[in-house]
């Protein structure tokens, strides 16, 4: 009996550590993909060149999201924000970001994409 206890408690004890060790990822929010991409924003509402944190912010964000749930908030998040900018010129700069930083979306930012169908991982190309 002692034995048994003695045993539930190590048990117990090595799950608490794991715990504390190696805690659960939050899931990917909104505000994270806002913030990682405010560099960004000078691009979407003036042209010219993204700034590099804009597109090293592009390709953090998208090395993060390792799942499923992860990848579809971030398209989520960026149709939110397609839907609320209106104007299809903002649209369209927003939505030339992937291929002016190097990265494959299987989806186009813009306020219509089915975010729900997106599963698959992204490709981050690197340049030679």
Request: glycine share 4%; proline share 6%.
């Amino acid at each position: 009996m002692a034995a048994a206890r003695t045993a539930s408690a190590v048990v117990l004890a090595l799950v608490l550590a794991a715990a504390v060790v190696a805690p659960a990822r939050a899931a990917m929010s909104c505000a994270t993909v806002y913030s990682t991409l405010m560099p960004c924003l000078e691009f979407v509402r003036e042209g010219g060149t993204p700034a590099r944190g804009c597109c090293s912010g592009i390709k953090d964000l998208l090395a993060q999201a390792n799942n499923t749930p992860d990848r579809r908030t971030i398209c989520s998040c960026l149709k939110n924000v397609a839907n609320s900018a209106g104007d299809s010129t903002i649209i369209g700069r927003a939505s030339s970001l992937p291929s002016k930083c190097n990265v494959a979306l299987p989806y186009k930012i813009s306020p219509s994409v089915n975010c729900a169908s997106y599963a698959s991982a992204p490709r981050i190309a690197h340049s030679h």
